[in-house]
């Protein structure tokens, strides 16, 4: 049975279930076949620097070493922040309500996507009044799909049809400098984008 | 990598492109609180695949009975080795393929065949002679999120001090605009972007800030709208 998440907002708690959206499931998706020059199928592998070792999907692993070079265990390591300090474990999101705080576009913008869930209502719930939020207002809140170390930034928005949940990481954005700056008068004219084609790009 | 952007007066100019990565707040060090790097190991090469091993012994209790007394499934020399400068080939039964011939098969969202055809290696049109068109095409940023999940992105930066003007006031037009710009390729101005040889196409927009003397300006890679598929699946391995 699918896990609910629970949402609130002033006070209103909303309980959803989240469904993954992909690319895959929007548009399709592209295999590619190929073949040799007599027409033999060929795959994809990956070679190894001795030049004879072929590698196929789930051929390689990744392990965690230390400044030696000795592997080390993942239970072993002890997790800091930026200054060193020790983190403690934070929640799984589906063990607690969420309380969701408005956000700004910048902020929106400004993360790195991990993956995008629908919000459909769980049963018994109803996502009316969450609905009607948009599209004017974006929300956010700490998330964390199975618990762990560190908690994903999550933001709550729509449209007129759905809400969505669209689940990431800030960015390494940089303000750049220099000494001189000049202003650019624009006169281009607002348009629509709604012809633009997202299909098989 | 580098991009060749035009602005509003259309005048051009190549600037660096940079990645922009997620923020790391966490980082694991080791019982001396050292840091610890994480790297690529062999666990299993196509010679010692199950489909390797059954052609050479077709019956499969033959074949556990052999995997447990021999370990034939196993490399010893091999398997944990660190690796490193990996390639990317294709190989068919002849060993490794040169000339290959690709063709793409085109599956709608249910999975069904939508279409084969011949792959399509289109090159790429951020860093060509035809500069990336100043479209003119304005989205404010509200009505933008609400139709697009921008799915990547990257941060121009200038190569020298004439370029960071050219930037700023491209940052500066697209704040005060409150919009992002919709940035096209190609002869015409009218492709999505390609950032590598047959690689994947955007529908790319520009977004600028400033503060003070300095500026941002993202590119926001798009390649999918924000809407509900037909039928999408119940929470399973979602994450």
Redesign the interface.
């Known amino acids: 049975m699918?896990?609910e998440l629970r949402l609130s907002l002033d006070g209103e708690e909303f309980a959803v279930?989240?469904?993954?959206?992909?690319?895959?499931?929007?548009?399709?998706?592209?295999?590619?076949?190929?073949?040799?020059?007599?027409g033999?199928?060929?795959?994809?592998?990956?070679?190894?620097?001795d030049g004879k070792?072929?590698?196929?999907t789930?051929?390689?692993?990744?392990?965690?070493?230390?400044?030696e070079g000795t592997s080390?265990s993942r239970a072993?390591?002890?997790?800091?922040?930026?200054h060193?300090e020790k983190?403690d474990e934070v929640p799984s999101s589906f063990n607690h309500a969420n309380t969701l705080k408005k956000a700004t576009?910048?902020e929106?913008?400004s993360q790195?996507?991990?993956?995008?869930?629908?919000l459909?209502p769980a049963e018994g719930s109803d996502l009316k009044l969450l609905q009607s939020q948009f599209?004017k207002n974006?929300y956010k809140f700490d998330f964390s799909?199975?618990g762990g170390?560190?908690f994903d930034s999550a933001f709550v928005?729509?449209?007129k049809?759905?809400a969505?949940l669209?689940v990431?990481?800030?960015?390494?954005?940089?303000?750049?400098?220099?000494?001189?700056?000049?202003?650019?008068e624009?006169?281009?004219?607002?348009?629509?984008?709604d012809d633009?084609d997202?299909d098989?790009? | 990598m580098a991009i060749n952007i035009s602005n509003s007066k259309n005048r051009d100019a190549v600037v660096a492109l940079e990645a922009v990565t997620p923020q790391r707040l966490v980082r694991y060090v080791d019982d001396r609180d050292k840091p610890v790097s994480t790297r690529k190991l062999l666990k299993a090469d196509v010679e010692h695949d199950l489909a390797q091993l059954q052609k050479k012994n077709k019956d499969p209790e033959k074949l556990g009975k052999a995997l447990i007394k021999d370990d034939q499934e196993i490399d010893t020399e091999k398997f944990g080795m660190f690796l490193s400068d990996l390639s990317r080939v294709y190989v068919s039964k002849k060993g490794i393929v040169h000339l290959v011939e690709e063709f793409e098969i085109i599956k709608n969202p249910d999975g069904t065949v939508r279409t084969r055809r011949p792959r399509r290696k289109e090159s790429q049109n951020i860093n060509t002679d035809i500069p990336l068109r100043w479209t003119g095409k304005f989205i404010k940023k509200e009505a933008a999120i609400e139709k697009f999940i921008f799915t990547n992105k990257k941060q121009l930066v200038h190569i020298n001090g004439l370029t960071f003007d050219f930037l700023f006031e491209m940052a500066q037009t697209l704040e005060k605009k409150d919009s992002l710009m919709l940035l096209r390729g190609g002869e015409k101005g009218d492709k999505p972007l390609i950032m590598n040889r047959g690689g994947k196409s955007y529908n790319a927009f520009l977004e600028g800030r400033t503060k003070g003397k300095s500026y941002c300006l993202i590119l926001h890679l798009s390649n999918m709208e924000l809407k509900k598929p037909a039928e999408p699946e119940t929470d399973g391995d979602n994450d």
């Open positions: 699918a896990r279930i989240i469904n993954k959206v992909s690319r895959e499931k929007l548009y399709g998706d592209v295999e590619v076949e190929a073949f040799d020059e007599k033999n199928p060929a795959d994809l592998l990956t070679l190894s620097a070792t072929f590698i196929d789930g051929g390689t692993s990744l392990a965690t070493v230390t400044a080390i072993d390591l002890i997790a800091t922040d930026i060193g983190l576009v910048e929106y913008l790195v996507v991990k993956s995008v869930y629908v459909e599209p974006i799909y199975r170390l560190e928005l729509g449209n049809t759905d969505f669209i990431g990481k800030q960015g390494e954005f940089e303000f750049v400098k220099l000494n001189q700056v000049s202003v650019l624009s006169t281009e004219e607002d348009i629509s984008a633009l997202f098989l790009l």
